[in-house]
């Protein structure tokens, strides 16, 4: 090949990776992104639930519920525009499974029921052992009519 040939298919083939990218078609459907709610904002008032669990029964996790409990009531009072609705706990159940922890369960009632906006917790290993399990049920919370916000404070 010629060096006029190999000129000329080079800047064919430039054209038509120009003509493939400028002639860009437009999405027919715009979705927006979702409004994201900034739960410290001083105008938006919350209702905020707390959620716990300890995984054994024994006097040093009694201790530990006790602190956390205290803990999240005074978190919870430094921020005037939240209203603590309870704290859920779980003592001595395992994280693996949702099935038996009641206080979970209540508070997902809860949260369907419209009760809840915003639901704080240590970690995520606080809701759900399994991350799947995490996320679906941290999308299904979004999800909702009346969507509720899950703050995990050891991932901020």
Not at 5 to 23: G, P
Not at 121 to 126: G, L, P
Request: glycine fraction near 4%; proline fraction near 3%.
């Amino acid at each position: 090949m010629s060096k006029s040939a190999k000129k000329a298919a080079d800047q064919a083939e430039r054209e038509k990776v120009h003509k493939r990218y400028s002639n860009r078609r437009e999405p027919d459907v715009i979705y927006p992104a979702k409004k994201q709610v900034d739960f410290y904002d001083a105008d938006i008032h919350q209702r905020v639930a707390v959620y716990v669990r300890v995984s054994t029964d024994n006097l040093g996790q009694e201790t530990s519920y006790e602190l956390q409990k205290n803990y999240y009531e005074e978190f919870v009072l430094k921020h005037p525009n939240w209203k603590l609705v309870k704290i859920y706990a779980d003592k001595g159940i395992s994280g693996t499974s949702t099935k038996h922890r009641v206080e979970l369960n209540q508070m997902l009632a809860d949260s369907r029921a419209g009760k809840i906006d915003l639901i704080i917790t240590k970690s995520v290993s606080r809701l759900a052992r399994n991350t799947v399990d995490c996320i679906t049920m941290v999308r299904n919370l979004a999800e909702l009519r009346n969507p509720v916000g899950v703050f995990f404070e050891s991932e901020c």
